[in-house]
């Protein structure tokens, strides 16, 4: 299965017919929000924003850093337009490809703009920016045109294609824990058949969709702009995006807030562990709420109980798949659709309904939710996350063990996550089946001689550790730690004024927090 990195929930259950991500949490008290330290020696001026000049790092690179946006009305009040950039860096006169904006114009006096990603990797950009309204409180809108790129290889970017959607619904669907002989071969040949559809039907591109690549993108969008300095949130594997451009373009670095941090030091198996432990708090934080708001909790009277009842769900739904309509809910969607609500407590109402319907024998809830990770329709996929997110990961780091390795991995993964830590195990053999090479050397990532960076922590987010926003703090060189306590993936616009005040006020009038500070 591919391999939960963080961040497409994101966006997809903003674009459901849900409640919008960022809503507030009815029941979570904050701290009074910090006091600031004005920094403005460190922090770019209010008039950040105008003719970019030739900041191209190469003469070759010129034609893209000069362009002019054409904005032009796509929909409502946004505008739309498209960025060239080169398909390899290293040869800038070559093939090229259009990336796609979106731009949510600011309701005030523009400060300039304020470049957005919401991680994945894979997650369509503009969609991001599209839903501004519900993703940012009032002050960042009237503040900045919020601007929504599709990364290369992703949305309406020159988007990869690696599966038809009939593979891909066999993919996602199937069992992510094989544990018979047949079901690992089976298992095997799917991970083979996703890494040559990408060879073979992604071109040249799917060797440059990297993270390098894509921050390189974001500095010819910047200067594309009209910006001297990026202004930045990224949410997720938006962080990396960011962390990375901070090591490449340090000096040109203006205010940027990481938001569930990723940390870029670690390698793939300690990604999966640390992410496996993280879904299982996550799951038991969601039960014990169910235990402490509701007279009889339905999955049972302690976490211990509600930890039995899930894994013998999935373990039912693995021998006999339920119905839904048209799909039968299999164990690869049903892990899936447990998972999704957990990005965000708002949407534990959603899981408890679609588990109380899964245990009746109806598993059409939780297919909606598996579906609404990866992006799926009703008679189709509505952009290429699912895709994307194999290609990109694979590509910056193609390491995976071999399937008969799996096996030692387990108790490791078992101790940190009971019920999802041999899925999580097996995903640690990805890339196996890979056949993309990317072109960029390897960067270690220290951000050195930038501006003051705001990275986010959530003390029980599922996908990206409180422990990795704290190691990305320590490696970046300038960074400065914000740490929300409380449930569901990324701090700002969740409910904590203490959190949000911060990031606000850090962005708009460049006020850089204590480091650390709590909320």
């Not at 708090?281 to 899930?310: H, K, M, P, R, W």
């Not at 290429?384 to 008969?404: H, K």
Request: glycine fraction near 10%.
């Amino acid at each position: 299965m591919k391999r939960i990195l963080a961040g497409l929930v994101i966006v997809a259950l903003v674009a459901a017919t849900f409640v919008a991500v960022g809503t507030a949490f009815s029941n979570f008290q904050t701290d009074p929000t910090p006091a600031a330290t004005p920094s403005p020696a460190s922090s770019p001026p209010d008039d950040a924003s105008g003719p970019a000049g030739s900041h191209a790092p190469s003469p070759e690179l010129e034609p893209f850093y000069a362009q002019q946006l054409a904005w032009e009305s796509c929909e409502d009040d946004l505008e739309c337009a498209t960025l060239e950039v080169p398909v390899s860096y290293s040869e800038p006169g070559g093939e090229t490809i259009d990336l796609a904006l979106l731009k949510v114009p600011a309701r005030g006096d523009s400060r300039g703009a304020l470049v957005v990603n919401p991680g994945g990797p894979g997650a369509p950009g503009t969609d991001y920016a599209a839903a501004a309204s519900r993703v940012f409180r009032e002050p960042l809108l009237r503040a900045f045109d919020i601007v929504g790129f599709d990364p290369r290889g992703t949305g309406d970017s020159a988007p990869v294609d690696c599966l038809s959607d009939d593979q891909l619904d066999t993919y996602l669907s199937s069992d992510p824990n094989p544990d018979t002989v047949e079901e690992e071969r089976e298992f095997a040949a799917l991970i083979g058949e996703f890494g040559r559809g990408c060879a073979e039907l992604g071109g040249d591109l799917v060797n440059h969709v990297s993270t390098i690549e894509a921050a390189r993108d974001m500095d010819v969008l910047r200067s594309a702009l009209g910006e001297r300095t990026l202004t930045y949130l990224g949410a997720s594997y938006g962080t990396k995006l960011g962390a990375t451009y901070a090591e490449l373009f340090p000096d040109r670095v203006g205010r940027l807030v990481l938001d569930g941090a990723v940390d870029v030091s670690l390698d793939n198996r300690q990604l999966g562990l640390e992410q496996a432990a993280g879904f299982e708090t996550a799951l038991g934080a969601y039960i014990q709420n169910c235990i402490d708001t509701t007279q009889s909790c339905f999955l049972g009277g302690s976490v211990d109980e509600g930890l039995a009842t899930i894994s013998g769900l999935l373990a039912d739904i693995e021998a006999a798949p339920l119905p839904t309509g048209d799909r039968d809910l299999q164990i690869g969607n049903a892990f899936y659709g447990i998972v999704t609500p957990l990005y965000n407590r708002d949407y534990w109402f959603l899981l408890s309904a679609a588990l109380r319907s899964a245990l009746s024998g109806d598993g059409s809830a939780l297919m909606e939710l598996a579906d609404i990770y990866s992006s799926r329709g009703s008679d189709d996929y509505t952009d290429n996350s699912a895709e994307a997110i194999f290609a990109i990961n694979c590509l910056d780091d193609p390491s995976s063990v071999g399937f008969d390795q799996v096996a030692a991995e387990l108790p490791a993964f078992e101790e940190a996550s009971p019920t999802f830590g041999s899925i999580f195990a097996w995903s640690l053999t990805s890339c196996r089946g890979s056949q993309t090479t990317t072109t960029e050397a390897p960067i270690e990532i220290r951000g050195e001689g930038a501006a003051p960076i705001l990275v986010v922590g959530t003390t029980r987010d599922p996908a990206t550790p409180m422990k990795w926003a704290e190691a990305l703090a320590s490696q970046l060189e300038s960074a400065v730690l914000l740490r929300r306590d409380g449930d569901g993936h990324t701090a700002y616009n969740s409910g904590n004024e203490c959190i949000d005040t911060a990031i606000e006020s850090y962005l708009i009038d460049g006020d850089v927090p204590a480091n650390p500070t709590d909320c």
